[in-house]
């Protein structure tokens, strides 16, 4: 191995790909010949004649092992339709994690209600249970598990939670389609659960989203949220926004869930990659899996042993885009901390936070949540979009090899 092999692109090496590797979702001749067919036919969408929005919403049901399905059209919408139909109000606190994609707390906003973030597990980086109980008060209606990663959140300890306190608990499963806990599909334990179905998600329509839930009364309320509140032509039981799925969407949707289990199958083996090539690394903790969990690995994310570095996570980050891999950060901070929680501001006048409704105080400060804010320090993220071949995976993980290596204390 040569020095420049050794050195990181950034140094002034030779980097691990010689151009930005990009990876995005490849689609079989099937799912493109629905969609074309679909686009030929006219129907485009489900308030004219479409199908494939309810056919894809029954086999999303079956699959995920709940009553019903509600397709939107992204997971954010999903949310807060989910939100909106269990009844949540001005003035509600929802509690849920801060280290998760900001819809998940800027849902609970959009319904007029307060964020309130409790703290997550060092290690799955799910939310934590007994953290969940320490911020419930009279004010609290529900909480939003989000199965981070991939990896299923601990639903056993948050339904008793939620069973002892009259709390709803709401499943973000948005990076979680077909990951199982004890046994059973995330998206069938709580009372109402949220996916996306964006670019990077497990299956993918661009765009896209499905809540799912067996309560014949969500489901219902979710149908009319989705579409204006109308009951039947220009007849408006409530107010109700357009959030309707596509049926191009729908139909790539329908199609591609039929090989969702190959499509996490593939995503498992680039983890494998991924943990082969970097298990041992002194500097480095990998992700892990629960043994009563069957992890779909969203995504994979690793954590810095910083006091074994000489330089930070942004470095190292830099270090890696420089060797051309695919690396995000999911995520550099958590919520709370950011401009649009520290604000206030919400929908204007400060609302929801100085709402006459809610008629209390609440503070987001550095120090809320200690292991939230521990995890967003070190950690960073690699793709494992099924489109990456094994000797691409190979290579991205050697990239972290060589440039944690390179910064490791002496
Ligand atoms: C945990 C989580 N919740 C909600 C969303 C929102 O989904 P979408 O991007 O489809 O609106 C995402 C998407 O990245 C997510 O990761």
Redesign the pocket.
Known sequence: MSQQDILPAIEGGTPVFPEPLFVLPEFTEEEIKTVVNVLKSGELTLAAKGKYTKIFEKAFAEFIGSKYAIAVM???AA?HVALRAIGVKPGDEVITTPF??V??ASSIVHQNAIPVFADIDRKTFNIDPASVEDRITEKTKAVIA?HIAGHPAEMDDLMKIGEEHNLIIVE?A??AIGAEYRGRKVGSIGSIATF???LSKNITTG?G?MVTTDSEEYWRKAQLIRHHGQTRSYHYEEIGYNYRMTELQAALGYVQLKRINQLNERRREIVKIYNEVLEGEEALILPISKPYVKHVWHIYNILLKLEKLRVNRDRIVQALKMENIPISTAYPSVLYLEPAFQRMEGHGNGCPWSCPFYGKKISYFKGLCPNAEWVSERVFTLLTMPSITDEQAVKIAEAVRKVVRYYKVA
């Open positions: 992204n997971g954010t949310l998760t994609f819809a998940t989000v973000d948005a990076q996306s179905l964006y765009e989203g």
